[in-house]
């Protein structure tokens, strides 16, 4: 069969390559046609747009790129029309899958939404659309489930792909030593910077993580170079201070650091399943309006981070809009470093998580249901 894929983030592209590997198991003709990254390219060769060309957020970027993402829109329907394919897979990516959707749907190609976009969160209106343009929507986060069904809509749990990305990563039993021994760092307890995947999060967030480093000498402050970033792009915020930058080493670096500044979003997650004590940092642009409006009607949802909304509860403390000071990250990094009690419970909360998430095997999962359901059509 004849596979289209499009993934905006490199969480996307990620959990897109271990859905194709596992997609080429169960179907030896499998064909595929993906926007993506270098991860599904590894799968099936390059894709028709890398997502590091499609990453625009905000209202003011969004703006000032209309014209690139109309072109965009129509580069991905014609392509759509020209390959023809079985189905129309759709990972996370909303603003512009949910139009990939609609516009599939209308000229009679099946649509599977991975990686449900998050309107729990903030959007519930298109939730309407997703009942109107996917034939089947696979969740990957317990309440979601629930979410959804609320709304009358075809929804399956399949697991967590990040299960599957953790289980298989790189130098999974490595010690601390051959660590930092590999990439030449010092014998120093680590504390990683997790500060985002988008320009406008590092910009907003990355400087107030740098302000701890000279507050912390005992430790060393090492970022998580995100794959569509070079370390030019870091130096701007790091000047002099000596951190170090790591790339395609996210996971090597956490199950090795003592405790981790991260940015809301999926890296919460990845930070509580390999077991590192975090703070969550987000800062939204604006001041106080914004501050008020984040609150009261954009964020519909107690918590900002995965880790805290599967546990429904507030088990890794959460730095947001006017919380998020240079005083307060300091005093919960301390908190991680030093409070050894502090840190028993959120490894308790860990391990709740961990129960909650279930095992790996989420992309072998959805892979069979997809061609389950795509036999019986």
Known sequence: MKYYLIAGEASGDLHGAN????????????????????????????????????????????VANLKTIQRNFKL??????????????LI???GFNLRMAEFATKNKIKVFYYISP?????????????????????????????????YSIDVLYSGNPLLDAIDTRNNKDESFETFINRNQLPSKPIVALLAGSRKQEISRILPDMLAMVDKFP????????APSFSQADYQLYLKNKKVA?????????????????????????????????????????????????????I???PYISLVNLILNREAVKELFQSTFTLESLEHELKQLCDNQEYRAEIFENYNDLKQMMGEPGSSKITARLMLKHLSEI
Request: aromatic share 16%; with cysteine; proline share 3%.
């Open 118 to 150: 998050k309107l729990w969160a903030w959007n519930t209106r298109r939730v309407k659309k997703i009942k109107r343009y996917v034939d089947k929507l696979f969740t990957i986060l317990p309440f979601e489930t629930d979410f959804y069904k609320k």
């Open 299 to 301: 964020i519909k949802v």
């Open 92 to 94: 996370d990516y909303p």
């Open 19 to 62: 859905l194709m590997k596992e997609i080429k198991i169960l179907d030896s003709q499998a064909e595929f046609r993906f926007w993506g990254g270098d991860l599904m390219a590894a799968i099936a060769g390059e894709p028709v747009k890398h997502y590091k060309e499609l990453a625009f957020m905000g209202v003011f970027e969004v």
């Open 218 to 225: 005992n430790y060393q402050f090492i970022i998580a170079g």
């Open 76 to 89: 991905c329907e014609a392509d759509l029309l020209n390959y023809q394919p079985d189905v129309l897979i």
């Open 245 to 297: 930058v790591l790339f395609s080493q996210t996971y090597e670096l956490l199950q090795q650091a003592h405790a981790a500044l991260v940015t809301s979003g999926t890296a919460t997650l990845e930070t509580a399943l390999l077991n590192c004590p975090q703070v969550v940092c987000y800062r939204m642009w604006g001041g106080w309006f914004t501050d008020w409006a984040a609150k009261k009607v």
